[in-house]
């Protein structure tokens, strides 16, 4: 059974970079054909998908968040790790990570979910 659980800072600075990790743990980065995803969620609204990395290290995005958003992974700790830059009061929500199979219509595995508020 895979399990996942993001940490980093629940609140943040406007214009200041949000720092979030999952780390997985009963299945491994690598696990051939997943893709290891960041999902939010603004107060009132719906599911945003922001970006993944795949079992082979590549990464997609979502192209409205490209030019603010990176993920990168460290397999050796088995955690994906999602870096937002610029952010501002917009992009308070909770933050998801959860893992889908490439041939899933649906995410297999999520997170417990993050608060992350931006304010000053």
């Known amino acids: 059974q895979v399990q996942l659980q993001e940490s980093g800072p629940g609140l943040v600075k406007p214009s200041q970079t949000l720092s979030l990790t999952c780390t997985v743990s009963?299945?491994?980065?690598?696990?051939?054909?997943?893709?290891f995803n960041w999902i939010r969620q603004p107060p009132g609204k719906g599911l945003e998908w922001m970006g993944a990395i795949h079992y082979n290290g590549e990464t997609t995005y979502n192209p409205a968040l490209r030019s603010r958003t990176s993920i990168s992974r460290d397999t050796s700790k088995n955690q994906f790790t999602l870096r937002l830059t610029s952010v501002t009061p917009e992009d308070t929500a909770v933050y998801y990570c959860?893992?889908?199979?490439?041939?899933?219509?649906?995410?297999?595995?999520w997170g417990q979910g993050t608060q992350v508020t931006v304010s000053s």
């Open positions: 009963g299945g491994s980065l690598t696990m051939t054909y997943y893709y």
């Open positions: 959860a893992v889908r199979s490439q041939y899933s219509s649906h995410y297999d595995y």
